[in-house]
């Protein structure tokens, strides 16, 4: 079974500021790694994910994360957020598999709300 | 990229009669695809896979006659809300993953209000 915790629920954050949203997952096999964000009343949008490779990997909109494999983090980050990131973050973790097919494990989500 | 597209993206339908919401992969062909269920404020709960050509696996405590899943061909599936309810009022997102791909892709979503 698979876990994903985002502890933050709601994140309120200066415009132009830095940002940091946490997630940690827990599962008994290798997984690959996502954030989604969702703007209201949208469907979930891609932010980016990690497959294997560099731990760090780079998203739209300015934002990056970081696998840490020893700490089981997958922590999404942009150095300066805009008004325009203001919306709801997901975590999700799926097993490695070569389909398509495996359901996705999300987080609590949390709430970014800039202020400006 | 790929696409995965819902429709409607609104619908409001009356306490006891049946509402359809169909989800399709734009650019690939699905066979599988994925329904989500969203409660305001919270995260996606998942419904049910959609297998294409059988029969849908549900998760624990969906009610499967409730919740019609039919996934006829490789770029669509429905979810069918029957005898509809005020308590089944929610956005319903639907997903899907390219054959061979490691990403899953989100539908817009389908907002419905049983009234």
């Known amino acids: 079974a698979q876990s994903v915790t985002q502890l933050d629920s709601q994140v309120p954050v200066f415009e132009e500021a830095p940002v940091e949203l946490r997630c940690n997952y827990s599962?008994?096999?290798?997984?690959?790694l996502f954030w989604y964000v969702q703007y209201p009343n949208q469907g979930l949008q891609l932010l980016l994910k990690?497959?294997?490779?560099?731990?760090l990997v780079k998203g739209i909109n300015g934002f990056e994360a970081e696998f840490n494999k020893s700490q089981t983090s997958f922590h999404l980050r942009k150095p300066s957020v805009h008004i325009s990131d203001t919306a709801e973050y997901f975590c999700?973790?799926?097993?490695?598999?070569?389909?398509?097919?495996?359901?996705?494990?999300f987080g609590t989500g949390t709430r970014l709300t800039i202020i400006p | 990229g790929a696409v995965v597209s819902q429709h409607p993206s609104r619908v409001i339908c009356k306490s006891g009669t049946s509402v359809k919401i169909e989800c399709r992969s734009l650019?690939?062909?699905?066979?599988?695809m994925f329904w989500y269920r969203q409660f305001p404020k919270k995260s996606l709960m998942l419904m049910a896979t959609?297998?294409?050509?059988?029969?849908?696996?549900?998760e624990q405590g969906v009610e499967k006659d409730k919740f019609l899943i039919n996934h006829a061909s490789l770029t669509l599936s429905t979810l069918t809300v029957t005898s509809a309810h005020p308590e089944d009022s929610s956005f319903y997102i639907c997903?899907?993953?390219?054959?061979?791909?490691?990403?899953?892709?989100f539908g817009e979503g389908s907002w419905l209000t049983v009234v």
């Open positions: 997903s899907a993953g390219s054959p061979g791909g490691n990403t899953i892709y």
């Open positions: 599962s008994s096999v290798s997984v690959y």
């Open positions: 990690y497959l294997s490779g560099s731990t």
């Open positions: 999700a973790v799926r097993n490695i598999s070569n389909f398509g097919n495996e359901k996705l494990t």
């Open positions: 650019d690939f062909q699905a066979t599988t």
């Open positions: 959609s297998n294409e050509g059988s029969k849908a696996t549900y």
